[in-house]
């Protein structure tokens, strides 16, 4: 989590010094994805597209936050975007957009932000704020 906030923070650093910095924006929108804050998330992918339609790493985090708040037609527009760029990027988008729905846990198996207890942090695991380079 901390490294999450950390990353928010040199983001914003960074965005002072350059406003159309979109990679910044894109950065923001994983970290505060991360720490389960997907208004603040989507908000960011959304910036960081206007400046930069056609960067392919916004597109599939955007979607993903999108299935994350439930919007599978989204995602899939997101996906379809990703296709005709001829990117790498769709790969987990497409995997998630088509996995089933899955049901929430019981309430007594969720941690307070509302995510399963079994689910870990990466960043408590000694993992990057980024989830593995992204």
């Known amino acids: 989590e901390k490294l999450f906030k950390r990353a928010i923070e040199r983001a914003g650093r960074a965005l002072d010094y350059d406003a159309r910095y979109h990679e910044a924006l894109n950065l923001q929108g994983v970290a505060w994805r991360k720490l389960g804050n997907l208004e603040k998330s989507l908000a960011a992918y959304v910036a960081c597209l206007a400046l930069e339609p056609n960067y392919a790493p916004a597109h599939e985090y955007y979607g993903l936050a999108l299935l994350e708040c439930g919007d599978r ?6 996906l379809a ?20 729905t899955p049901a929430a846990p019981p309430a007594d198996e969720q941690t307070k932000d509302g995510k399963p207890k079994a689910e870990q942090d990466p960043a408590a695991k000694g993992g990057s704020p980024s989830g593995g380079g992204h």
């Open 73 to 78: 037609m989204g995602a899939v527009a997101q």
């Open 81 to 100: 975007l990703l296709k005709g760029f001829n990117s790498e990027e769709p790969l987990k988008l497409r995997a998630a957009a088509r996995a089933p």
